[in-house]
């Protein structure tokens, strides 16, 4: 297993939310996006799995954004992901 891999296994991990529509949506950008994004855009990833899933769900329904300008650019993307 390479460490890419293992590094992959260890955010599923810490994707997982105990909601499985934030799960999924988490999931939904490492699937998509993670094996293409850049070191900065995987360190805007690491710092939302930091923030608390109440805020992280008010953010993915747009009822509210993050103050933080690459972590609403993170949270817009990972919704305009399709389904």
Do not use: T
Request: charged share 40%; hydrophobic share 40%; proline share 2%.
């Amino acid at each position: 297993m390479s460490d890419e891999d293992a590094e992959l296994r260890r955010l599923r991990w810490r994707s997982r939310r105990g909601m499985r529509e934030l799960d999924q949506l988490l999931n939904r950008w490492l699937d998509r996006r993670y094996a293409q994004a850049s070191d900065a855009e995987r360190g805007v990833f690491l710092r939302l799995l930091d923030c608390e899933d109440d805020r992280l769900w008010k953010w993915f329904l747009g009822h509210e954004r993050p103050a933080d300008a690459a972590l609403d650019a993170l949270v817009q993307s990972i919704r305009a992901l399709p389904v």
